[in-house]
């Protein structure tokens, strides 16, 4: 499974609803949510909860309406700043949260990714490091360039929605990502079809292979036979000529029946 992370909307006298969730990362889109000061509020909770491995304490940071528009305000110009080719997905990314937040808390749990860090303060640290560079728009150093955007993928950057309980899923709000989910399923049902049609392909060889063995057995005891009827009813073939027979004819049973015993060995 890995360590998840999870982001989750809070709704005032309503159960929460899973929006997106990401495996052995933080997505960096989710992080453009936060600033220092929700890092800083809610730290000490955050370490308590690691240390007392209560999964029923506070964990997680939570972001209402009016810090995410400021802090995507500011993200906003960061991602055109250093790296304009992500602006249109982000701008989906967090239309798409303004959309759903209303009245209500976009919370981030992500105690589980503390398990790639020394501890858990060190990976605080990280992402404190993190969001100064972004408020004093300055570029990430090649640590946070390897860890948020070694892969443009729209995947890696926002998580996934395959298995959240929200109503509108965010692959129903953006076009981009619903396309891309269509791709990889396309390619993972292409992949499939490869994988059939190779399988049938070893398997038609291995039943030429096992024909073929057979057909050697065939012709190894049947000389094997023959040589020994002759050896019975002739005495001149009871020299050298007969007993050549028969081993040759021995001989290529036993090929036969390596060639058989190897195909049937070897798996598709």
């Keep these: 499974m890995g360590n998840r992370a999870n982001l989750i909307l809070q709704k005032k006298n309503s159960n929460n ?10 997505p960096f889109f989710w992080l453009l949510m936060l600033d220092l000061n929700t890092i800083e509020k809610s730290e000490s909770k955050f370490l308590n909860c690691f240390e007392s491995q209560n999964k029923n304490c506070e964990r997680n940071f939570k972001i209402n309406k009016t810090d995410f ?13 250093f790296h304009p080719d992500l602006t249109t997905k982000f701008e989906q990314f967090s239309e798409y949260i303004k959309n759903i937040i209303s009245d209500n808390f976009i919370e981030l749990d992500f105690i589980e990714i ?45 998580g996934y929605d395959t298995y959240v309980n929200i109503e509108h899923k965010f692959s129903d709000f953006s076009k981009d990502y619903n396309q891309l989910q269509i791709d990889i399923a396309n390619e993972k049902g292409n992949k499939h079809k490869e994988r059939e049609k190779e399988n049938k392909l070893k398997k038609k060889d291995k039943r030429k292979r096992t024909l073929y063995g057979i057909f050697i057995s065939i012709i ?28 040759f004819g021995l001989l290529i049973m036993i090929y036969g029946f390596y060639k058989i015993k190897k195909t049937t060995t070897n798996t598709v």
């Design 220 to 247: 190894g005891l049947s000389m094997l036979i023959i040589h020994i009827i002759m050896i019975i009813h002739d005495n001149d073939m009871k020299n050298g000529r007969g007993i050549r027979g028969i081993i």
């Design 69 to 81: 528009e400021k802090n995507t305000k500011i993200s906003k110009e960061y991602i055109k700043k």
């Design 17 to 26: 609803k899973l929006i997106l969730e990401a495996n052995n990362q933080l």
């Design 114 to 158: 503390t398990n790639f860090y020394s501890s858990p303060t060190e990976f605080l640290y990280e992402i404190k490091k993190t969001l100064l560079s972004i408020k004093e728009m300055k570029s990430l150093d090649k640590k946070d360039l390897s860890e948020y955007l070694s892969n443009p993928n729209f995947f890696y950057l926002v």
